[in-house]
């Protein structure tokens, strides 16, 4: 019998491998990266991939509606959220270097260490006897969401951390996705409708913490302590 | 039927309080629409309750929100339905006062607001004592004390009453804290929250989490009861209050921790193991001796009976104790007497209690002071006042006909009873709570002499006791409701116990009342064998013939040849107010008897000018240490304080050491739970 090549769900699960092994590529090129631009367009480059495996789960589980996540993740993630960051950097003129707390050799090794909690945690919820796309994912899903946590407290700036909390935010978009195979719409729907509306206000406060700081440093914070 | 009385008297509580919302700027009409609604829900809620308790099965009733796993049902069992019958019967009475007691607020008061918080206690007081599950339970209790923290501190531009309302907020939270932990613990076990699925549930449990179970609950509602030593709230809050919330606190808020108790000792447990039943009887009688003895100490007429409250929160445990005691001992007879001497002394409690704030408050308005040693010679002024005030008195002190001898009786009769059980240990604890009852009853008696008598018998003490007024005739039926329900209860003590019957049958399996009425419905007696009998019925008979055949001759003397001259004044240039014996005169010998207590400080001044034997000036101060605040609450705030100061240090400031401590907890609890 000729195996439909289109169909087969070994295939599917490698692509999907394939494509969420190069978003944790890209998470810990994010955790690595010195210039804010960059940093902004790997978030993107890394929302494109994570769009792809939408596309690819859709395809393969016959889910259209998902196909509609992976446009609006096209949309929301790779276009709209990139250009309002690389506009406010120019605007508010920061520099464009980023000086993370731990420095960049350590703070890749300890990426590195986080990818292998993601497994290990990842490991307790594998059914081999469940067959399915996904377990792979699962376990980057994971390693995305403590990265990005970890890349939220490396960083100084507002800015960078808020693409640090949208990184955060594409490993529960994976998790999300590789497991339930597309959460209803209306909740997807939510979900980008929350990312867009956090990337305005924390925009918004990246603005009037600069203009009460002179500074982006939300370490300057700390003055606020009574 | 009972249903929809039940749901009709929430209703109407509930729609009262939106509509003194809706109404809060027009104070007159917020007063007379929340007073009604709260009048007309309780006659509604009385209603379904009586019935409930003589239809004698469960109703359980759905309301109409809420979801699988937190379900918001009701049920109107027996016991239930005799809390939620307590609750009508003050709240009526406190309704109709508060018709009169509420008009000389207007316009200087948020009466909306406050009839707001009014209608809602009542309505979160009834879904507490009716609640079937444990989680809705909560949302009751946890809705009742936000209410409570209102009234409290309605008078908020003093500062005591916003002390008191903080103070009794954190010691309520504290208690739900404890309740919290019981009902997850029980709820694990039984795997639902329902309150069906806990029934005995607690007795199949292994030991040491049954105690632990048995602890929790214990303080949990003990706290709110006023349990000593979890009391400290409530003299502060009772006090702080307006009069007629006081009465309610007293009357029924507290009783939510003895409804609550009853409902897991009787309900959730089988028969104990002995050191319950000890450990409940104990607390009560350090309860009662130490809230009579702190109360015989006060001159302020609020703190004086709030203290009360805590004596009699203690008798009614007494009686529990011993129920829980005889249940162990496998004496069920014994066990639904002593039950049944608690549950009664709880509806007395709320009746004369609530009648007794009434009056203060009365004293109160009219006075100006809450303060007794500025009172004096109020019964030419507000007979009506004095007369109920005396009444709610007299039966306090468990004195006969009145209903608080009745139930206080049937307590001793418990009591005495367990001297004749077989384990070593309960023969030695039962005669030893009898007597210190005794004692308290005694002691009762002797803070109530001065209670009415500073008060309301000799000369005005001050300018504002000589200007007193009667209050209006809204307040004086108020009190007369609750002085016509302390008589009836008392000397209709012997109908009355058969609405126990449905409550000892649901929770002991036995119908007792028939045991315990003699002499064709006119007497009780314990149904025990050395027991004694008593008829408050046939004590009011020999009275009322007593008092006639003395009084007419002397009546008949006086009107003949009676002649009015001054009283004898040791040839002083007449007596004065300042010739009165005092409050703190009068509890004087108490004080030196009970010095060990009371550690009391006193520090006397005199001014001289030509002789020591004539004194221009003395001044005089007197003060007891109050033990538990200095002694446990002082420390342990000292302590709490020290560790919230430690614990600054973690509150860096910066969002990165925030962050940080999220994620490693996150990272150690991933781990953790992949561990297994």
């Known amino acids: ?226 | 039927m009972i249903g929809a009385l039940f749901l009709g008297g929430i209703a109407v509580w509930l729609a009262g309080a939106a509509a003194c919302l809706a109404l809060w700027r027009e104070p007159a009409l917020a007063r007379r629409v929340g007073c009604a609604a709260a009048l007309a829900g309780a006659a509604l809620e009385g209603a379904g309750s009586a019935a409930a308790i003589f239809g004698g099965g469960a109703a359980t009733i759905g309301l109409p929100f809420g979801n699988p796993l937190f379900t918001c049902a009701v049920r109107l069992d027996p016991l239930s339905a005799f809390f939620n019958l307590t609750l009508a019967v003050l709240a009526a009475a406190v309704s109709v006062y508060s018709f009169g007691y509420l008009r000389h607020m207007e316009g200087r008061r948020n009466l909306g607001a406050f009839g707001f918080f009014f209608n809602l206690l009542l309505a979160s007081l009834t879904l507490v004592f009716t609640a079937a599950n444990a989680f809705f339970f909560l949302v009751a209790w946890e809705s009742m004390a936000l209410a409570s923290f209102c009234l409290i501190g309605f008078e908020h531009e003093k500062a005591r009453a916003r002390r008191a309302g903080v103070l009794f907020l954190i010691m309520s939270h504290a208690g739900t804290g404890l309740l919290l932990i019981a009902f997850l613990l029980l709820t694990s076990a039984s795997g639902s929250t329902d309150f069906a699925s806990f029934h005995l549930l607690a007795s199949r449990m292994a030991p040491l989490e049954q105690g632990a179970i048995f602890l929790l609950f214990l303080f949990g509602f003990g706290v709110k009861a006023g349990l000593v030593p979890v009391h400290i709230w409530l003299p502060e809050a009772h006090a702080a209050s307006p009069s007629n919330v006081s009465a309610l606190m007293s009357g029924i808020v507290i009783k939510t921790g003895i409804y609550g108790m009853a409902r897991v000792f009787f309900d959730f447990y089988g028969p104990p193991p002995l050191w319950m039943g000890t450990t409940v009887l104990a607390l009560g009688v350090a309860s009662a001796l130490l809230g009579v003895l702190y109360a015989l100490m006060e001159h302020d007429l609020k703190r004086l009976l709030a203290y009360h409250s805590i004596e009699n929160i203690g008798i009614i445990l007494m009686g529990f104790g011993a129920a829980l005691l005889f249940r162990s001992l496998g004496q069920t007879n014994l066990a639904a007497l002593a039950l049944i001497a608690g549950l009664y002394h709880t509806f007395n409690h709320a009746t004369f209690k609530g009648l007794l704030f009434l009056g203060a408050g009365s004293v109160v308005e009219a006075t100006g002071t809450r303060n007794m040693e500025r009172m004096g010679g109020l019964i030419r002024r507000m007979p009506v006042t004095a007369v109920c005030f005396l009444v709610g008195a007299v039966a306090i002190s468990g004195l006969p006909p009145l209903n608080g001898f009745v139930s206080e009786w049937l307590t001793y009769q418990a009591l005495l009873a367990g001297f004749g059980t077989t384990s070593s240990m309960t023969r030695l604890v039962f005669p030893i709570a009898g007597s210190l009852l005794a004692l308290t009853a005694a002691l009762a008696a002797a803070c109530f002499v001065k209670a009415f008598a500073i008060p309301f018998l000799a000369l005005p003490r001050s300018e504002e006791a000589a200007e007193a007024r009667e209050a209006p005739a809204e307040m004086r039926a108020g009190m007369g409701m609750l002085a016509v329900g302390c008589v009836v209860l008392g000397l209709g003590a012997a109908w009355f116990v058969r609405v126990f019957d449905s409550i000892t049958e649901q929770t002991l399996g036995i119908r007792s009342s028939a045991a315990l009425v003699t002499a064709r419905g006119f007497a009780l007696s314990p149904g025990t064998p050395h027991g004694g009998t008593i008829s408050p019925f046939g004590i009011a008979l020999l009275f009322l013939i007593a008092g006639v055949a003395f009084a007419w001759p002397l009546a008949l003397r006086w009107k003949r040849r009676s002649v009015r001259g001054p009283a004898w004044d040791c040839g002083l240039p007449g007596l004065t107010a300042d010739n009165e014996y005092t409050a703190t005169a009068f509890s004087k010998p108490l004080r030196m008897i009970f010095s060990a207590l009371y550690r009391p400080r006193r520090e006397i001044q005199a001014e001289y000018e030509v002789s020591p034997y004539y004194p221009s000036a003395i001044r005089f101060e007197s003060e007891i240490e109050p033990a538990f605040e200095k002694r446990i609450y002082a420390p342990l705030r000292e302590r709490i304080l020290a560790g919230a100061n430690r614990m600054r240090a973690i509150q860096a400031g910066s969002i990165h050491a925030y962050l940080a401590y999220i994620f490693i907890a996150l990272v150690l609890l991933l781990l953790f739970g992949v561990r297994e």
């Open chain 1, 1 to 226: 019998m000729p195996i439909k090549p289109l169909y087969d769900m070994q295939l599917g699960e490698r692509i999907v491998t394939l494509m969420a092994a190069l978003v944790l590529v890209l998470q810990i090129a994010m955790v690595a990266q010195r210039w804010i631009v960059a940093h902004i367009r790997i978030f993107a480059a890394q929302s494109f991939f994570l769009a792809a495996i939408a596309a690819t789960i859709a395809w393969y589980n016959h889910a259209p509606h998902i196909y509609v996540v992976a446009a609006l993740t096209l949309i929301v993630k790779v276009m709209l959220v990139p250009i309002l960051f690389e506009r406010l950097v120019k605007r508010v003129e920061i520099q464009e270097e980023i000086a993370p707390i731990i420095n960049v050799p350590i703070s890749v090794v300890i990426a590195g260490g986080l990818t292998l909690v993601g497994y290990v945690v990842a490991e307790s919820f594998y059914r081999p006897e469940e067959p399915g796309l996904g377990h792979n994912a699962l376990a980057v899903a994971i390693s995305l969401f403590l990265i990005g946590f970890f890349t939220m407290i490396n960083r100084r700036k507002a800015l960078t951390q808020v693409l640090a909390l949208l990184s955060l935010e594409n490993g529960l978009f994976l998790a999300a996705i590789s497991l339930t195979y597309g959460m209803p719409l209306i909740v997807e729907l939510g979900v980008f409708f929350d990312v867009l509306v956090a990337a305005m206000v924390l925009g918004i406060l990246v603005f009037r913490i600069r203009e009460s700081f002179d500074s982006m440093d939300v370490s300057r914070l700390r003055r606020l302590r009574g």
